[in-house]
């Protein structure tokens, strides 16, 4: 049973930091390209960032980049997002999901997601 469960979450001023982790089981984590999403209340998700299996290549949304790092360690089964500069506009749930690759646009796995709040 595939299980990716997010963590880091939380309340932070604008301008903070927060680095989000995703922990994957039940799937050979490099085997895949994993990826961050974001949706607010009422807004489409948006697909943050992306990594492929090797974490050489990354792909970032316009409005995250500058000040997101995505990042993985395969050893450990491990995804991460490091957050710099936060803007209330960050405000929403956060999501990691597992694909075949990098282009993919659909996801083979989801996680349950962990809420970012971004005070002004």
């Known amino acids: 049973q595939v299980q990716l469960v997010e963590s880091g979450g939380g309340l932070v001023q604008a301008g903070g930091s927060l680095r989000l982790s995703c922990a994957a089981s039940?799937?050979?984590?490099?085997?895949?390209?994993m990826n961050w999403f974001r949706q607010a209340p009422g807004e489409e998700r948006e697909r943050v960032a992306v990594?492929?299996?090797?974490?050489?290549?990354?792909y970032y949304a316009d409005s995250v980049k500058g000040r997101f790092t995505i990042s993985r360690d395969n050893a450990k089964n491990t995804l991460y997002l490091l957050m710099n500069d936060l803007k209330p506009e960050d405000t929403a749930g956060y999501y990691c999901?597992?694909?075949?690759?990098?282009?993919?646009?659909?996801?083979?796995?989801w996680g349950k997601g962990t809420l970012v709040t971004v005070s002004s």
């Open positions: 999901a597992a694909s075949t690759n990098v282009y993919s646009l659909s996801m083979d796995y």
């Open positions: 039940g799937l050979t984590f490099k085997d895949y390209a």
């Open positions: 990594i492929s299996w090797s974490g050489v290549n990354t």
